[in-house]
């Protein structure tokens, strides 16, 4: 069964060499209780030790079940101890913090067997040796004698085929010093017990076998065993395993008895993660106050691009190109004359030089793509598509006088509001407003969801009065910070008469000062105002043709006729700081009048009548194209007959002063000043059925007459295709998205011929700058600072591991004994590593997050911002804990290997 074969161990001590056993041949047999008697130094423990596997020996052989054990590895050697062999020591070797159970199981432990199979088999056995009672005690609970019935039932657990026991009784008194070997003597009935003893006299008593030892060697044996076992191939043992729960037990109860120095340890290594979780929540909330400022930012600016945009970029580059020039050519000290300066006129030549025109029909197209890469960058508010719905608006004041929301008063300079061409281009590519709308009208953002009014400017703006609109034809007046709304503009909407207005304006004249001027919001409810649009100018005549109908009293009845009421639902007020607060109008309508107004004119006469002939001038009655001069004489001709008689009567007197100043006399311009409108329309006419000049007929044309196109009129009469808008706004989230979004407009165009491309201006990068890089490059050398701390902690987290590691040797070497690997040692002081690890992370957090409460007051409190709130996410929670545990685990890595490597035997041998 188990066979020494010329066993020879020697221990070196620098130049020392001692030789413990000398060629050492000793044989056993499966069931017998040999004692092994010698004096101090004889080699008996070094005989046991390498019996047991904690030891190794230097040559010979020492042969198990007819197995060589000269091959063996690590990992055999473990699985030896820890199944065959059960030890027990005259010191009872039981681990502190552990309970009598804990202690028994821990052989069953290593060997991976299940917890209730453990419990099971642990109580039986302390059953069996006495201790069914004392299962939940500590090792410093018991007495001698018990804690050593607990080392032997712990040797037991394991059914071993060999209990070697060193001492077992040498730290007892007498009485129970017979117990144990009572105890001993009927576990050598089905195991082989080796003891080691100094005390002859129970050796003698209940030992069935006396082998006596000096200087290393055998000196005595009263029952050799000589039997030879046939040799057998090794076996493959499966490794011991220890479970990283049980490390994570055994580390936890250890560090539970020192509670004061682990808490301060854990708190020593959380200082540097408190200083980077602090950073992470200041900077986190202020990159989200950024973030929300730049969303809001994004609300007010979004990327606009516009069917007719001015190329500021170009422009300005071109403007700084020549400005440059110029200060090259500065020759003023030179001069001595008077000189043209064109700079004003190179201006304009460089601005309208710069006007562009996107095809946004087929961006549009583009956009809604859902597999365009642009999409993924879209913010809340996404595209919102805006089109030019051409209408007038008109409101009777409290005089009943009929007033248009784009007229002005003759004697009112102040009230001249018109914009030029270029300005209306300018400021429709950026704002993406309807300048074809009626002035002192816009239209309100609509929700992404459907909803008539999006929550951005719902967010921004209180409801003094009413509510927000639920129909396309209610609108509501918009008031600024002061509920107050210009003098000239509440004219214009007819909310106060032309009277109050002057009143008002000669009151500032004389005093400097009006007096106040209020309105009750109930009375502006009851306003009503007269929509028409575009296409309702356009009266059809008898022949088919159609009539401009203009602004003014003569034409307002029938203006009116057709047009459609607009009711005032709600006054709004922008918030106190509001950031979307950028409706410039005083009155604001929904999509739904723009969706409704382009289904009104897709369904007008005159539309349908242009479209049912697109190559005649609905408005002429006469071709867009004519191909020779004869036809656009005819063509003149064709369109003078066809005028009024006041028409008529006019180009009459024109005609008129047109031969005279050819050489023709005054007399007849003379006569047709006296003639009246008929007689000179009639004479007109009479001229026309005879021979008119034709070179008068063809000025008549390409003045009146040409010019015109199909594409014209559509525009004229407020023609809008939803194919093809008029300006397309791009809402992004961040500015990181806005610049994702750039990029992919640049992608469109890279496939795009020249004249495809889009033009757009981005206002928004020259307003702002990335202030998140900044913070975040700060947050990053703030952190880079506090991670010292870090290394520091690392550094300590060792020194401490080390200190474990003197502190449990004796733990190390009883775990080496049950048959625990060199792994299974690391893997214990790597788990409590982990655990400081774990409540240091914890601690850091816990202690940052109340910090943060203060702090977030104070800053508050110092900037002024109260939206600024530093928070620490879960996310970056969660990785500072790992942080913190994976530094205190690299920290102790080095002394976990060392404590893996020590020698089992010298760690038994430390108290």
Not at 188 to 203: F, I, P, R, S, Y
Request: charged share 20%; proline share 2%.
């Amino acid at each position: 069964m188990l066979r020494l074969e010329n066993i020879v161990k020697t221990y070196v001590t620098g130049e020392l060499r001692q030789t413990a056993l000398k060629g050492v041949s000793i044989s056993f047999r499966e069931h017998e209780f040999v004692s092994i008697l010698g004096q101090s130094g004889s080699g008996k423990t070094t005989l046991l030790n390498i019996i047991g596997g904690l030891d190794r020996y230097d040559s010979g052989d020492l042969v198990i079940d007819g197995v060589s054990t000269k091959d063996y590895k690590d990992a055999d050697w473990d699985y030896y101890r820890n199944h065959s062999i059960g030890f027990v020591f005259q010191s009872y070797n039981l681990i502190p913090h552990q309970t009598v159970l804990a202690n028994v199981e821990m052989a069953l432990t290593l060997a991976g067997v299940s917890k209730k199979e453990r419990r099971q088999r642990a109580v039986e056995v302390l059953e069996k040796v006495g201790l069914g009672d004392q299962l939940h005690k500590r090792p410093n609970q018991m007495s001698g004698g018990q804690m050593q019935r607990v080392a032997i039932a712990r040797a037991l657990i394991n059914h071993p085929t060999i209990l070697l026991a060193d001492e077992p009784t040498g730290a007892l008194d007498s009485e129970t010093s017979v117990q144990i070997m009572d105890l001993l003597q009927e576990i050598a009935k089905d195991t082989l017990v080796v003891m080691v003893t100094h005390n002859q006299e129970l050796a003698e008593r209940y030992s069935t076998r006396i082998v006596r030892l000096r200087d290393g060697a055998i000196i005595g044996d009263t029952d050799p065993y000589t039997d030879q076992e046939a040799q057998r191939p090794p076996e493959k043992h499966k490794k011991i395993s220890m479970s990283f729960a049980t490390a994570l037990s055994l580390s936890f109860q250890n560090l539970g008895t020192k509670k004061g120095r682990t808490l301060l340890t854990a708190f020593a290594g959380s200082i540097g993660i408190i200083g980077i979780a602090l950073i992470l929540g200041l900077s986190t909330g202020m990159n989200d106050y950024i973030d929300d400022i730049q969303k809001e930012t994004m609300t007010s600016y979004p990327i606009t691009i516009s069917a007719e945009t001015l190329d500021l970029s170009a422009a300005m580059g071109a403007q700084g190109e020549r400005m440059g020039q110029a200060q090259e050519e500065d020759t003023s000290q030179d001069r001595t004359g008077v000189y043209a300066d064109y700079r004003e006129m190179e201006t304009q030549e460089m601005i309208s030089s710069n006007i562009v025109e996107n095809n946004l029909t087929d961006f549009k197209k583009y956009l809604d793509d859902p597999n365009s890469d642009i999409r993924q960058y879209l913010g809340e508010n996404g595209v919102v598509y805006n089109y030019n719905v051409a209408f007038s608006v008109y409101s009777r004041d409290a005089d009943g006088t009929l007033v248009s929301s784009d007229s002005t008063l003759e004697d009112s300079d102040t009230m001249q509001t018109g914009q030029s061409p270029m300005e209306s281009t300018l400021q429709s590519s950026i704002t993406g407003e309807n300048p074809a709308a009626a002035e002192n009208f816009s239209q309100l953002m609509a929700g992404a969801d459907g909803s008539l009014v999006s929550h951005v400017v719902t967010d921004s703006y209180d409801v003094l009065y009413g509510s927000w609109p639920q129909a396309y034809d209610e609108v509501v007046l918009v008031l600024d910070e002061n509920n107050s709304i210009p003098v000239q503009t509440l004219y214009q909407l007819g909310l106060i008469t032309a009277d109050q207005y002057r009143q008002a304006e000669d009151e500032i004249a004389e005093d400097g000062q009006a007096s106040e001027l209020r309105l009750d919001y109930a009375d502006v409810l009851d306003h009503t105002f007269s929509l028409v649009a575009a296409c309702d100018h356009y009266l059809e005549n008898q022949d088919g043709t159609f009539t401009y109908l203009e602004d003014g009293a003569v034409n307002q009845d029938q203006l009116l006729e057709n047009a459609m009421d607009l009711k005032i639902v709600g006054v709004i007020r922008p918030k106190a700081d509001a950031d979307n607060a950028d409706i410039t109008t005083a009155v604001a309508y929904t999509a739904a009048l723009s969706d409704y107004l382009i289904q009104h004119t897709d369904e007008s006469a005159v539309v349908r009548a242009q479209e049912a002939d697109p190559d005649t001038n609905v408005l002429t009655g006469i071709a867009f194209t004519v191909p020779d001069d004869a036809g656009k004489a005819q063509a003149a001709k064709d369109y003078l007959s066809g005028l009024g008689i006041s028409e008529k009567a006019s180009f009459y007197q024109m005609l008129v002063y047109y031969a005279s100043s050819e050489g023709s006399g005054s007399s007849a311009a003379m006569g047709a000043m006296v003639l009246d409108e008929a007689s000179q329309a009639a004479a007109l006419d009479q001229y026309l059925a005879g021979n008119p000049d034709q070179e008068l007929l063809l000025q008549v044309y390409d003045q009146y007459v040409a010019g015109s196109t199909y594409e014209d009129n559509m525009t004229n009469f407020g023609k809008v295709s939803y194919d093809a808008p008029s300006s397309i706004s791009i809402y992004a989230d961040s500015f990181e998205d806005k610049d994702a979004i750039a990029a992919c407009i640049e992608a469109y165009n890279a496939d795009k011929d020249e004249d495809q491309q889009i033009t757009y201006t981005d206002y928004v990068a020259m307003l702002t700058s990335s202030i998140t890089t900044i913070i975040n490059g700060i947050s990053y050398v703030l952190i880079a600072f506090v991670s010292i701390s870090l290394v520091v902690s690392c550094i300590m987290i060792g020194i401490i591991t080390h200190i474990s590691v003197l502190e449990r040797t004796k733990e190390i070497g009883i775990l080496r004994a049950l048959g625990a690997s060199k792994r299974n040692i690391s893997q214990v002081f790597n788990a409590e590593t982990f655990i400081i690890g774990c409540c240091a992370g914890l601690l850091g957090i816990v202690v940052s997050l109340i910090a943060l409460v203060p702090i977030t007051s104070l800053i508050q409190n110092l900037s002024g911002i109260a939206d600024l709130q530093a928070k620490l996410p879960l996310g970056y929670s969660l990785l500072l804990i790992a942080i913190s545990i994976a530094i205190t685990v690299v920290g102790g890595l080095i002394p976990a290997r060392k404590a893996a490597k020590k020698d089992p035997v010298i760690a038994l041998r430390t108290e």
